[in-house]
Nanobody
Framework: QVQLVESGGGLVQPGGSLRLSCAVSGVTLDFYAIGWFRQAPGKEREGVSCISKSDGTTYIFDSVKGRFTISRDKANNIIYLQMINLEPEDTALYYC??????????????????WGQGTQVTVSS
């Protein structure tokens, strides 16, 4: 059974940094992608970034480009989201999710069907 466990959220001042972690377990597939998504109160869930397990290809959404970076620890099966220069608009519940299959993430983050419980990020002074 796939398990995705997020951690690393918290309260940070504008301009600050956080690193989120997504611990992935129970996956037996050779081809899948892990993505980060977020949902702010009263808003729809939106994509942040995703990474392919097989070759490390990444995709980053325009709203966070230049400030957020996705990476992976292959040995420990952890996906990170490094966030810098955080803004109040980044306040949201951040989820990691898995998309099974070999579809490239080069053109976006699609097909995510397994989700973690989320970690809260609050950017406020």
């Amino acid at each position: 059974q796939v398990q995705l466990v997020e951690s690393g959220g918290g309260l940070v001042q504008p301009g600050g940094s956080l690193r989120l972690s997504c611990a992935v377990s129970g996956v037996t597939l050779d081809f899948y992608a892990i993505g980060w998504f977020r949902q702010a109160p009263g808003k729809e869930r939106e994509g942040v970034s995703c990474i392919s397990k097989s070759d490390g290809t990444t995709y980053i959404f325009d709203s966070v480009k230049g400030r957020f970076t996705i990476s992976r620890d292959k040995a420990n099966n952890i996906i990170y989201l490094q966030m810098i220069n955080l803004e109040p608009e980044d306040t949201a519940l951040y989820y990691c999710a898995m998309a099974a299959g070999s579809r490239s993430v080069r053109d976006g983050c699609f097909g995510f069907t397994s989700w973690g419980q989320g970690t809260q990020v609050t950017v406020s002074s």
